[in-house]
Protein backbone atom coordinates (compact mmCIF):
# COMPACT_ATOMS: atom_id res chain seq x y z
CA UNK A 1 0.00 0.00 0.00
CA UNK A 2 1.40 3.28 -0.62
CA UNK A 3 2.05 6.19 1.72
CA UNK A 4 -0.36 8.65 1.36
CA UNK A 5 0.59 12.45 -0.38
CA UNK A 6 -0.48 14.57 1.99
CA UNK A 7 -2.00 14.13 5.93
CA UNK A 8 -5.63 13.87 6.52
CA UNK A 9 -5.95 16.92 8.44
CA UNK A 10 -3.64 20.10 8.68
CA UNK A 11 -2.34 20.58 12.51
CA UNK A 12 -4.49 21.08 15.66
CA UNK A 13 -1.97 23.22 18.33
CA UNK A 14 -4.55 22.29 21.02
CA UNK A 15 -4.89 18.45 20.33
CA UNK A 16 -1.69 17.39 18.16
CA UNK A 17 1.74 17.00 19.37
CA UNK A 18 5.10 15.63 17.55
CA UNK A 19 6.90 13.19 18.57
CA UNK A 20 10.53 12.67 18.02
CA UNK A 21 12.05 9.71 18.54
CA UNK A 22 15.69 9.06 19.23
CA UNK A 23 17.33 11.42 17.21
CA UNK A 24 20.92 10.58 18.81
CA UNK A 25 24.40 10.32 17.67
CA UNK A 26 24.21 6.47 17.77
CA UNK A 27 21.73 6.34 15.52
CA UNK A 28 23.44 8.41 13.20
CA UNK A 29 26.35 8.36 10.51
CA UNK A 30 29.35 7.64 12.35
CA UNK A 31 27.12 6.05 15.41
CA UNK A 32 27.38 2.66 17.36
CA UNK A 33 23.66 2.07 15.51
CA UNK A 34 24.23 3.87 12.55
CA UNK A 35 21.07 4.15 10.13
CA UNK A 36 21.68 5.00 6.74
CA UNK A 37 21.54 9.05 6.28
CA UNK A 38 19.77 9.35 9.64
CA UNK A 39 21.00 12.81 9.97
CA UNK A 40 19.34 13.73 7.23
CA UNK A 41 16.07 13.98 9.11
CA UNK A 42 17.38 16.76 11.19
CA UNK A 43 16.75 19.53 9.44
CA UNK A 44 13.24 18.69 8.24
CA UNK A 45 12.36 17.68 12.01
CA UNK A 46 13.45 21.51 12.80
CA UNK A 47 11.22 22.64 10.27
CA UNK A 48 8.06 20.61 11.28
CA UNK A 49 8.81 21.70 15.39
CA UNK A 50 7.35 25.55 15.09
CA UNK A 51 4.23 24.02 13.60
CA UNK A 52 3.65 21.94 17.22
CA UNK A 53 2.66 23.53 20.88
CA UNK A 54 3.53 20.25 22.01
CA UNK A 55 7.20 19.11 21.07
CA UNK A 56 7.83 14.78 22.55
CA UNK A 57 11.83 13.50 22.21
CA UNK A 58 12.41 10.08 22.95
CA UNK A 59 16.07 9.40 24.18
CA UNK A 60 17.46 5.64 24.35
CA UNK A 61 19.28 5.68 27.21
CA UNK A 62 21.07 1.97 28.06
CA UNK A 63 22.96 1.63 31.07
CA UNK A 64 26.53 0.04 30.04
CA UNK A 65 26.68 -3.81 29.37
CA UNK A 66 22.98 -3.83 28.89
CA UNK A 67 20.91 -7.20 27.97
CA UNK A 68 19.90 -5.76 24.72
CA UNK A 69 23.62 -5.37 23.48
CA UNK A 70 25.29 -8.47 21.69
CA UNK A 71 28.71 -7.71 23.57
CA UNK A 72 26.57 -8.86 26.78
CA UNK A 73 25.97 -12.37 25.42
CA UNK A 74 29.50 -13.75 24.90
CA UNK A 75 29.47 -16.00 21.23
CA UNK A 76 26.49 -14.04 19.95
CA UNK A 77 26.99 -11.52 17.74
CA UNK A 78 24.69 -8.18 16.51
CA UNK A 79 21.74 -8.55 14.50
CA UNK A 80 21.30 -12.31 15.96
CA UNK A 81 17.95 -13.28 18.00
CA UNK A 82 18.27 -14.38 21.37
CA UNK A 83 15.07 -15.27 23.89
CA UNK A 84 14.99 -12.97 26.88
CA UNK A 85 12.41 -13.62 29.68
CA UNK A 86 10.41 -11.00 27.59
CA UNK A 87 10.59 -12.43 24.72
CA UNK A 88 12.56 -12.60 21.40
CA UNK A 89 15.20 -10.05 21.67
CA UNK A 90 17.78 -8.81 18.61
CA UNK A 91 20.77 -8.33 20.20
CA UNK A 92 22.74 -4.61 18.93
CA UNK A 93 25.97 -3.18 18.85
CA UNK A 94 26.45 -1.00 22.11
CA UNK A 95 24.67 2.04 21.46
CA UNK A 96 23.33 5.41 23.47
CA UNK A 97 25.32 4.53 26.54
CA UNK A 98 24.37 6.70 29.43
CA UNK A 99 26.62 9.40 29.86
CA UNK A 100 28.68 9.27 26.01
CA UNK A 101 28.40 11.00 23.25
CA UNK A 102 26.87 8.35 21.61
CA UNK A 103 23.67 8.71 23.43
CA UNK A 104 23.75 12.74 23.16
CA UNK A 105 20.63 14.04 20.54
CA UNK A 106 22.32 14.84 17.29
CA UNK A 107 23.81 18.34 17.52
CA UNK A 108 21.32 19.92 15.23
CA UNK A 109 18.35 18.58 16.43
CA UNK A 110 16.09 21.75 17.91
CA UNK A 111 15.87 20.60 21.19
CA UNK A 112 14.83 23.44 23.36
CA UNK A 113 11.48 22.85 21.56
CA UNK A 114 10.42 20.14 23.66
CA UNK A 115 8.25 20.28 26.57
CA UNK A 116 8.90 16.37 27.91
CA UNK A 117 11.86 14.12 27.27
CA UNK A 118 11.10 10.49 27.64
CA UNK A 119 14.08 8.50 28.22
CA UNK A 120 13.91 4.42 28.37
CA UNK A 121 15.77 1.39 27.59
CA UNK A 122 17.61 2.05 30.96
CA UNK A 123 16.72 -1.11 33.04
CA UNK A 124 19.64 -3.77 32.07
CA UNK A 125 17.90 -6.77 31.62
CA UNK A 126 14.88 -4.99 29.33
CA UNK A 127 15.24 -3.57 25.76
CA UNK A 128 12.43 -0.77 25.29
CA UNK A 129 11.56 0.43 21.30
CA UNK A 130 8.23 1.92 22.48
CA UNK A 131 8.17 5.39 23.58
CA UNK A 132 4.88 3.73 25.70
CA UNK A 133 5.95 0.44 26.91
CA UNK A 134 9.16 -1.69 27.23
CA UNK A 135 9.82 -4.89 25.44
CA UNK A 136 8.09 -7.09 27.96
CA UNK A 137 4.84 -4.85 26.80
CA UNK A 138 4.06 -4.57 30.27
CA UNK A 139 5.89 -1.62 31.60
CA UNK A 140 4.69 1.77 31.03
CA UNK A 141 7.16 4.60 30.39
CA UNK A 142 4.10 7.17 31.12
CA UNK A 143 3.79 9.03 28.29
CA UNK A 144 0.47 7.76 28.30
CA UNK A 145 -0.46 9.50 31.21
CA UNK A 146 0.73 12.80 30.17
CA UNK A 147 -0.67 12.69 27.02
CA UNK A 148 -4.23 12.26 28.30
CA UNK A 149 -3.33 14.92 31.18
CA UNK A 150 -2.65 17.26 28.30
CA UNK A 151 -5.57 16.38 25.81
CA UNK A 152 -3.54 15.47 23.42
CA UNK A 153 -5.54 12.68 21.13
CA UNK A 154 -3.28 12.91 17.80
CA UNK A 155 0.74 12.08 17.15
CA UNK A 156 3.24 13.10 14.62
CA UNK A 157 5.74 10.69 14.89
CA UNK A 158 9.00 11.01 13.62
CA UNK A 159 12.37 10.03 13.64
CA UNK A 160 14.68 6.59 14.19
CA UNK A 161 14.15 4.03 13.04
CA UNK A 162 11.22 4.19 11.16
CA UNK A 163 10.95 -0.05 11.76
CA UNK A 164 11.83 -0.23 15.30
CA UNK A 165 11.30 2.52 17.83
CA UNK A 166 8.83 4.38 15.24
CA UNK A 167 6.55 1.78 14.68
CA UNK A 168 6.39 0.48 18.19
CA UNK A 169 5.50 3.59 19.45
CA UNK A 170 2.84 4.11 16.94
CA UNK A 171 1.02 0.98 17.20
CA UNK A 172 1.40 1.33 21.01
CA UNK A 173 -0.05 4.64 20.46
CA UNK A 174 -2.71 3.41 18.72
CA UNK A 175 -3.38 0.18 21.03
CA UNK A 176 -3.08 3.59 23.66
CA UNK A 177 -6.53 4.90 21.79
CA UNK A 178 -4.37 7.92 20.20
CA UNK A 179 -4.64 8.59 16.51
CA UNK A 180 -1.38 8.43 14.61
CA UNK A 181 0.36 10.32 11.70
CA UNK A 182 3.90 8.81 10.93
CA UNK A 183 5.70 11.30 8.63
CA UNK A 184 7.83 9.36 6.50
CA UNK A 185 9.69 12.36 5.00
CA UNK A 186 11.13 12.63 8.60
CA UNK A 187 11.98 9.17 9.11
CA UNK A 188 14.90 6.64 7.98
CA UNK A 189 14.90 2.87 8.55
CA UNK A 190 17.51 0.00 9.70
CA UNK A 191 15.85 -1.96 7.33
CA UNK A 192 16.96 -5.72 8.83
CA UNK A 193 15.67 -8.27 6.81
CA UNK A 194 12.66 -6.85 4.66
CA UNK A 195 11.86 -5.18 8.71
CA UNK A 196 10.46 -1.64 6.61
CA UNK A 197 7.71 -3.30 5.26
CA UNK A 198 6.81 -5.51 6.98
CA UNK A 199 6.36 -2.59 10.37
CA UNK A 200 4.28 0.19 7.55
CA UNK A 201 2.03 -2.81 6.70
CA UNK A 202 1.25 -3.47 10.34
CA UNK A 203 1.03 0.24 11.09
CA UNK A 204 -1.45 0.62 8.11
CA UNK A 205 -3.31 -2.11 9.86
CA UNK A 206 -3.58 -0.84 13.18
CA UNK A 207 -4.68 2.72 11.51
CA UNK A 208 -1.67 4.22 11.54
CA UNK A 209 -1.86 6.59 9.01
CA UNK A 210 1.80 7.02 6.89
CA UNK A 211 2.01 10.77 4.81
CA UNK A 212 5.06 11.36 2.66
CA UNK A 213 5.31 15.40 2.70
CA UNK A 214 5.48 17.35 6.21
CA UNK A 215 1.86 18.79 7.56
CA UNK A 216 0.37 22.37 7.53
CA UNK A 217 -0.24 24.30 10.49
CA UNK A 218 -3.87 25.02 10.64
CA UNK A 219 -5.40 28.42 9.83
Same mark, same amino acid.
Given at each position: MPAAAHPPLPIQRTTDALLVVDVQNDFCPGGGLAVA???????????????????? #?????????????? %? @????? =????TVQMPYGAQTLWPDHCVQGTPGADFHAGLNTTAA???????????????????????????????????????? #?????????????? %? @????? =?????????????????????LDAALAQMRQAGVQTVTTAPACAA
Open positions: NGDAVVPVINRLMPQFDEVL #LTQDWHPAGHGSFA %S @AHPGH =APFERLVIRKGFRTGIDSYSAFFENDRRTPTGLTGYLRERGLKR #LFMCGLATDYCVAY %S @ALDAR =AQGFEVVVLLEACRAIDLGGS
